[in-house]
């Protein structure tokens, strides 16, 4: 009645005796439909790109295409492959993410230099078409991995470029807090409706498909950051206002921020 499932075994004794067996399954049923629907989804994010650039192949094979025509199928083609090279390289990240155990806690990372790093590289992706602002507390270290963090806080940084029109801000920070430190992304741009918000980090959950898809993203960002964070006992907060803004934060807590 409550929506789960159960799987009953009823075994018959000679005697009239029966023995009834239940188990819940609802768990397991649950994993089996998610695990489905990814490799639908997987399945899916493949041959679109893949139709393309066979569509593109036919035409030039069947020399229906002059130089220039040529030239602009190539590229397109060329966008393609880039496509499915970024799905099976954040498909690989994500799954290395949830095979390993967590990183160890020895490492301490620079997280001055790795915001600093941050900027530039929001600076860069922007390419003028925006306001990047970088503000970080001095000496707060994070122990954990810097590739993991460095995957995770950038996914954050690129998402803020590519959801805010050409004249808004991103404004980076890494701060102390009263338990540890957090790194806030802010953004000025498209925002994000508050029925969307819970489901984010679901692996290909995107708000616009089409948007999603123009500025390069695989859907994959905010679940490989969720899984990232996770690993280094870190948690994402995200507030927003469409047409206004977003914020996402890492909080990050306890032994792993050392001051
Ligand atoms: P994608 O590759 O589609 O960007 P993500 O997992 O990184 O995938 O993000 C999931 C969805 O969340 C995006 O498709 C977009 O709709 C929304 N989103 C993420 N970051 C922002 C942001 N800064 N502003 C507005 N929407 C965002």
Redesign the pocket.
Known sequence: PDGRTLSVQVVSYGDGQRLVLSRDVTRFERMERTRREFVANVSHEMRTPLTVITGFLETLRDGGADAEETRHYLSLMTDQARRMERLVADLLTLSALESSPPPPMEEPIDMGALVERMGAEARALSAGRHKVEVEHAEGIELLGSEKEITSALG??V???I???PQGGTVRLRWLAEPDGAAFY?E?T????SPE?IPR??E???????G???E???????????KHALGRHGATLDIH?TPGQ??R?TARFAGPRVRQ
């Open positions: 996914n954050l690129s998402n803020a590519r959801y805010t992304v953004d741009g498209i925002g994000i969307h984010l980090t692996r290909f959950y995107r708000v616009d498909r948007r999603s898809r500025t390069g993203g695989t859907g994959l960002g905010l679940a490989i950051v927003s803004g977003s996402f």
